[in-house]
């Protein structure tokens, strides 16, 4: 494989893997398709095939289980996971930037659309957005949260430890307050709406968010008061572009959810409840000149009406 393809290729890649495994699949034609689509398509899909193969052979207790598991959500997920470590050399971006298994991993999980609220020994509340992980370390001189993946929203209670919130570019530290953090690739954005956060000596204040990278704040800015929105099973928007927005929304869907570039500058704004994606699939068709397009029920693409 000597011409790398895209994280995004590779995950479709592993997509149609998976389904086309199912006992009920029967949706060789729009595997045809998204095939010939793009010569992409098809070196991702042969190298998928191979490290599939591989798999077979890994002297591993982890993947002989999952391999062995019967069908379930849980065993789904897992081998998702397997698929993608070993799609991503092929990438170009290398197994750092998106290795899957810390997450699955991580003392604390949310799957795929769903959230989470959890209460710590301190009196803080946690809570994981989609696809999320986090690992919690309490003792008697410190207290530290370590986001693995995803995001989260830390309510941190007074308590005289200091509170240590950890991710892949460095570490905060928050004394109480709250706090949304959120990993991207290379680096986390901080939204600080009560207390203060503080890195390299640093701090960022009520009201501000920025980009966190190499121990130092970045782009620091006003605070978007609907960026934890999400807490409340929200996705509030303001002129957004509609290409952003469907990137965000396909962080709570299964499957590939994509936007055509023909409609992915249009501007969208609104509160939309994250419980019902395909609702609010239906609204954009009435609130814009789109056309949804489904492929399959996990590939779904938002284009330019036509007519």
């Known amino acids: 494989m000597n011409t790398p393809f895209s994280p995004q290729v590779a995950q479709q890649a592993v997509h149609w893997l998976l389904e086309s495994q199912d006992e009920s699949f029967d949706q060789q034609q729009a595997l045809e398709h ?9 070196r991702a899909w042969a190298h998928i095939q191979q490290v599939n193969g591989r798999l077979r052979g890994v002297a591993s207790p982890v993947v002989h289980a999952t391999l062995q598991a019967p069908p379930s959500p849980a065993r789904r997920r897992a081998l998702k996971a397997l698929l993608l470590v070993g799609v991503a050399s092929a990438t170009g971006l290398g197994l750092q930037q998106h290795n899957p298994l810390p997450g699955l991993m991580a003392d604390y999980r949310s799957p795929v659309g769903q959230r989470r609220r959890l209460a710590l020994d301190d009196g803080s509340q946690l809570h994981l957005n989609t696809r999320s992980a ?3 370390r309490f003792d008697g001189q410190q207290r530290l949260v370590r986001l693995k993946e995803g995001e989260l929203l830390l309510e941190a209670a007074n308590d005289p430890r ?7 570019q460095g570490e905060l530290q928050v004394q109480s307050g709250r706090v949304n953090v959120r990993q991207f690739d290379g680096f986390s954005l901080v939204s600080v709406f009560s207390g203060s956060a503080q890195v390299a ?5 009520a009201g501000h968010q920025a980009r966190f990278a190499t121990g130092s704040w970045q782009a620091i800015a006003p605070l978007d008061p609907n960026r934890a929105a999400w807490v409340d099973g929200m996705l509030v928007v303001a002129q957004m572009r509609l290409g952003d927005f469907i990137a965000e929304l396909s962080r709570y869907r299964l499957g590939q959810l994509g936007c055509s570039e023909q409609v992915a500058d249009l501007r969208i704004s609104g509160s939309y409840p994250l419980a019902d994606s395909e609702r609010i699939l239906a609204m954009l068709e009435v609130a814009l000149p789109v056309k ?9 693409s938002v284009e330019a009406a036509t007519g």
């Open 34 to 42: 998204w095939l010939h689509a793009d010569s992409e398509h098809q």
């Open 292 to 300: 949804v397009r489904r492929f399959t029920r996990y590939w779904v």
């Open 134 to 136: 986090a690992d919690v």
């Open 162 to 168: 200091p509170l240590r919130l950890q991710t892949a």
């Open 201 to 205: 000596g640093r701090s960022l204040l």
